[in-house]
T-cell receptor
Framework: DQQVKQNSPSLSVQEGRISILNCDYT??????FLWYKKYPAEGPTFLISISSIKDKNEDGRFTVFLNKSAKHLSLHIVPSQPGDSAVYFC???????????FGAGTTVTVRA | GAGVSQSPSNKVTEKGKDVELRCDPISGHTALYWYRQSLGQGLEFLIY????????KSGLPSDRFSAERTGGSVSTLTIQRTQQEDSAVYLC???????????FGQGTRLTVV
């Protein structure tokens, strides 16, 4: 049972524009959410996270928004750069269980 | 080491053979995870080790899969009698206690032919 879903397998965006990646979850017990970025032939690297006590967390060009009532989070990348081209995974966990549940990933391609 | 190290990076094996995948976590990280990513799929949780506690094996897909962690450091994931559906990238990650931001290795790409 897929508890974390990324319904868009791919996203293409012009350099300099905004990339918006979406993620939905079904388990209301999740209270910590993360985004990981993965380049080919490398392991995923942590990008940004958000706790359920917040609805927004910003780190440079990356902002994550959390809508608990909708069980939805999104990652905004502004402005998008060619080096942002990668697969982005959404992940969720419960604070008393550090096991991460991952979505299937969204492949972002930033066009020059 | 500076990061999580996995070996081998690639492994091709014949169906029915046993394979061992190794993970060397970041020094001091007591939590260690194994995940796998099949083609077109997300990361699938396999097993979690935390210190001296009993591992969480709830993600292991069958009894052909086992893992151990010796001395609280290096971990080995063993797949017995490999099947073609075992073909995937196997990822190891480690973290500090109480931190969910796990650091991943580069993975082992397993191909069963």
């Amino acid at each position: 049972d897929q508890q974390v879903k990324q319904n868009s397998p791919s996203l293409s965006v012009q350099e300099g524009r905004i990339s918006i990646l979406n993620c939905d979850y079904t388990n209301s017990m999740f209270d910590y959410f993360l985004w990981y970025k993965k380049y080919p032939a490398e392991g995923p690297t942590f990008l940004i996270s958000i706790s359920s006590i917040k609805d927004k967390n910003e780190d440079g060009r990356f902002t994550v928004f959390l809508n608990k009532s909708a069980k939805h989070l999104s990652l905004h990348i502004v402005p998008s750069q060619p080096g942002d081209s990668a697969v982005y995974f959404c992940a969720a966990s419960r604070s008393n269980d550090y096991k991460l549940s991952f979505g299937a990933g969204t492949t972002v391609t930033v066009r020059a | 080491g500076a990061g999580v190290s996995q070996s081998p990076s690639n492994k091709v094996t014949e169906k029915g053979k046993d394979v061992e995948l190794r993970c060397d976590p970041i020094s001091g990280h007591t939590a260690l995870y194994w995940y796998r990513q099949s083609l077109g799929q997300g990361l699938e949780f396999l097993i979690y080790f935390q210190g001296n506690s009993a591992p969480d094996k709830s993600g292991l897909p069958s009894d052909r899969f086992s893992a151990e962690r010796t001395g609280g450091s290096v971990s080995t994931l063993t797949i017995q009698r490999t099947q073609q559906e075992d073909s995937a990238v196997y990822l190891c990650a480690s973290s500090l206690v109480g931190y969910t931001e796990a650091f991943f290795g580069q993975g082992t790409r397993l191909t069963v032919v």
